[in-house]
């Protein structure tokens, strides 16, 4: 796996494949195995580029608050490094939503299409802004040992805990991995991130919203609202799968982007 200094630290990324590039950012706190089953698949037919974000998976040395921003602007170097100047298929699941839209304000000319999975546009509320950084505290106070298990039931489906005991541990080994200050300064950063709810109407890339018929973290609903505003966008809602469809469902969501990317 090459890494790619991006002035400060070293993030670890995949690059596979040939053809129209795909920007694949992962959701908090895991890293880029979340996307294997669309790694394997999307690059038979484009470019796939998969970061470790930092502070996540193989990429080390995050501390204090990783804004959406900074996590942006890494991706835009990662881009610059790799040559790829074609505008991306920019693909973020949760937090890479967040990173998504952060992308768009910052380096809208670098994005072709979207693919917003499980996310949402508004902030954080003040509560849970306040939750998210009493939790990076207590993080850096006692490590992430308990972190998994808090997760797990809210990042997957009641069947899928239940059914697939693979999944469950593939997930429980990424959120192992992550390192304490990582998840603490993406906690930090995901409470002070702005809302890309009025700038919704201005993304006028074609736009994929891909959710989870049971994500209890960004329901269907709010999605689907989120949908309504952008001039492009269509939204497909995975049956029977909780916030993680790229791992709940792999086949459906594959289904979907290579349909959504080969138009
Ligand atoms: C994620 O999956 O990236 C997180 O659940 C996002 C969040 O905590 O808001």
Redesign the pocket.
């Known amino acids: 796996m090459p890494s790619i200094y991006v002035g400060d630290v070293w993030i670890n990324v995949i690059d596979r494949g040939l053809g129209s590039p795909v920007l694949l950012v992962?959701?908090?706190?895991?890293d880029h195995r979340m996307w294997a089953e669309q790694i394997d698949v999307l690059s038979t037919r484009h470019r796939v580029i998969a970061p470790d974000l930092r502070g996540f998976g193989d990429s080390y040395g995050a501390a204090g608050t990783t804004t959406m921003a900074r996590f942006a602007d890494d991706l835009r170097l990662i881009l610059d490094q790799l040559r790829v100047d074609e505008p991306v298929a920019f693909c973020g699941?949760?937090?890479?939503?967040?990173i998504a839209f952060e992308f768009w304000r910052r380096h809208s000319v670098r994005v072709g299409s979207m693919v917003l999975c499980?996310?949402?546009s508004a902030a954080?509320t003040p509560d849970?802004t306040r939750n998210?950084r009493l939790q990076a505290d207590r993080i850096l106070a006692t490590g992430t040992e308990d972190l998994a298990d808090q997760?797990l039931p809210?990042?997957l489906a009641p069947a899928t805990l239940s059914d697939q005991p693979k999944t469950v541990r593939r997930i429980r080994q990424m959120i192992e991995k992550a390192e304490a200050a990582g998840v603490a300064a993406a906690?930090r950063g995901?409470a002070e991130r702005a809302d890309s709810t009025g700038m919704l109407s201005d993304i006028r890339v074609p736009t994929l919203c891909l959710v989870g018929e049971h994500d209890a973290?960004?329901p269907p609903d709010e999605m689907r609202e989120m949908a309504a505003q952008m001039p492009s966008a269509q939204l497909v809602v995975i049956p029977d799968v909780g916030?993680?469809t790229t791992m709940e469902n792999p086949g459906a969501v594959n289904d979907a982007l290579l349909e959504f990317l080969g138009r």
């Open positions: 992962h959701g908090f706190p895991l699941l949760s937090m890479g939503g967040y499980d996310t949402r954080d849970a998210r997760m809210k990042l906690l995901m973290i960004s916030h993680m």
